[in-house]
Nanobody, 124 residues
Framework: QVQLDESGGGLVQAGGSLRLSCAASGRTFGSYAMGWFRQAPGKEREFVAA????????YYADSVKGRFAISRDNAKSTVYLQMNSLKPEDTAAYYCTARRTRLATMKWDLYDYWGQGTQVTVSS
């Protein structure tokens, strides 16, 4: 079993930056692909970014490409989401996910573990 603990959310003005962190329990973090999804009130869950087990492959939603960056530190069992040039439409609860395989995916139903989420609110 893997537990995921997100942090770093908050309120920021448009154009600002935040860095989300996701600390994972368990000794197998280094062999798991990781992802970030988000969900705004009244909207469906949306893929944001994903990273392979080694960090060698990353994937982004078109809406965040060039503004967000996903990374991981396997020694610390932590994955990060650096969010720059934030927009009001980025406002959502952000969820960290883990997949029991080395390959990342953009499909939410292929992830095995989910965190509780951290709220990001971007004011205009």
């Amino acid at each position: 079993q893997v537990q995921l603990d997100e942090s770093g959310g908050g309120l920021v003005q448009a154009g600002g930056s935040l860095r989300l962190s996701c600390a994972a329990s368990g000794r197998t973090f280094g062999s798991y692909a990781m992802g970030w999804f988000r969900q705004a009130p009244g909207k469906e869950r949306e893929f944001v970014a994903a990273i392979s087990w080694s960090g060698g492959s990353t994937y982004y939603a078109d809406s965040v490409k060039g503004r967000f960056a996903i990374s991981r530190d396997n020694a610390k069992s932590t994955v990060y989401l650096q969010m720059n040039s934030l927009k009001p439409e980025d406002t959502a609860a952000y969820y960290c996910t883990a997949r029991r395989t080395r390959l990342a995916t953009m499909k939410w139903d292929l992830y095995d573990y989910w965190g509780q989420g951290t709220q990001v609110t971007v004011s205009s």
